[in-house]
C-alpha cells in the first residue's frame, strides 16, 4: 500500500512538473519580445548544461574560507553597526512579512537585506540596478535608503511564466516606496541594455537572476563596468559555481564573502 502511495505521489509530482513545463513554452510563445530568452534557455538546458555548476566545488572551499556573518561584513565595509535596521524598519518588515505569507505563489527568500541597505547608505546611493525581484524584499532594502534622497531602484526580472505569478512580483514592497522604482520585465541581457541607456554610473549593483556561470560572467561584467568607482557590488549565491571567484580573480578584486542561511554572498567596493 505504502509503495503504491509512493509510486502515485512520484506520478503527481511528474505531471505537474510537466504542466509546469507546457505553461511556461506557452506563455514564452505568447511573448515574442522574450524569443531571445526562450532561445538562451534551450541551449542552457541542453547544449550548455555541464556548465551551470561549473567550479562549484572550488567556488564553494574558497568561500568558506574567506566567509564573515552579514554584521562582520557590514562593519568592515561600511564602518557602521546593523543592529539599527530591524528596530528601525521593525513595522514596514512585519508588514513585508506578512504580505509574503498570503501571497498563493512561491517564490526566493528574503537574502541579506542589511547588506544591501547599508550598501546604499554607505555609498549615498542615487542610482541602483538589481538584477531578480521576486517577492521584492531586496528592492524593499535598497529603496527603504533611496526614499532618502528621492533616488532611484531600476529592477530586471523575468515574467513567471510558468506560475501565472507575474501579479505578485514585488508583492512586498509597499506603494509609498514604489514612486522610486522601476521594473524592467525581460530577461537580464534585454533589460540591462535598456536600464543603462537610461542612466549610467551606478552607485551599488546587486546580482541575483540568472544562476548559470555565463549568465553571471556576462553579466558581472556589464554590471561592474557600469558601477561608478567608490559604488558597491553585490551578488547572491556566488557558490552555485565558480563565475564569481573566476571574475574577481581575473579583475584583481578583493572580495569579501558573508555566509548568509548557509549560502554564500559576495560583496567589494570597487
Not at 91 to 118: F, N, R, S, T, W
Request: proline share 2%; aromatic share 12%; charged share 25%.
Amino acid at each position: 500500500m505504502n509503495e503504491n502511495l509512493y509510486f502515485c505521489s512520484l506520478k503527481a509530482d511528474t505531471v505537474s512538473e510537466i504542466t509546469r513545463v507546457l505553461k511556461t513554452f506557452i506563455g514564452y510563445l505568447k511573448r515574442p519580445d522574450l524569443y531571445p530568452e526562450l532561445g538562451r534557455k534551450i541551449l542552457k538546458n541542453t547544449i550548455n548544461r555541464n556548465n551551470a555548476f561549473k567550479g562549484k566545488e572550488k567556488t564553494n572551499s574558497w568561500a568558506a574560507s574567506k566567509a564573515v556573518s552579514q554584521e562582520e561584513a557590514i562593519h568592515k565595509l561600511f564602518e557602521v553597526n546593523s543592529e539599527s535596521f530591524n528596530h528601525e524598519f521593525q513595522d514596514v518588515l512585519k508588514q513585508a512579512g506578512e504580505k509574503e505569507k498570503e501571497c498563493p505563489i512561491k517564490m526566493g527568500g528574503a537574502g541579506a537585506l542589511e547588506l544591501i541597505y547599508y550598501a546604499c547608505e554607505f555609498s549615498n546611493a542615487q542610482h541602483v540596478v538589481e538584477t531578480g525581484v521576486a517577492y521584492g524584499w531586496s528592492s524593499l532594502a535598497a529603496l527603504l535608503s533611496l526614499r532618502k534622497r528621492n533616488g532611484t531602484l531600476y529592477s530586471s526580472d523575468m515574467p513567471y511564466l510558468g506560475q501565472n505569478g507575474d501579479q505578485y512580483v514585488g508583492y512586498v514592497v509597499p506603494e509609498n516606496l514604489k514612486a522610486n522604482w522601476k521594473l524592467f520585465r525581460f530577461a537580464d541581457k534585454e533589460s540591462l541594455p535598456k536600464i543603462f541607456a537610461e542612466t549610467s554610473g551606478f552607485d551599488v549593483v546587486h546580482y541575483d537572476s540568472d544562476k548559470s556561470y555565463d549568465g553571471r560572467i556576462w553579466a558581472y561584467q556589464e554590471l561592474y563596468r557600469n558601477l561608478r568607482k567608490g559604488g558597491v557590488f553585490m551578488s547572491d549565491d556566488i557558490g552555485d559555481n565558480s563565475a564569481y571567484q573566476d571574475f574577481c580573480e581575473k579583475n584583481k578584486i578583493n572580495t569579501t564573502v558573508v555566509e548568509f542561511e548557509g549560502k554564500y554572498v559576495g560583496v567589494f567596493i570597487k
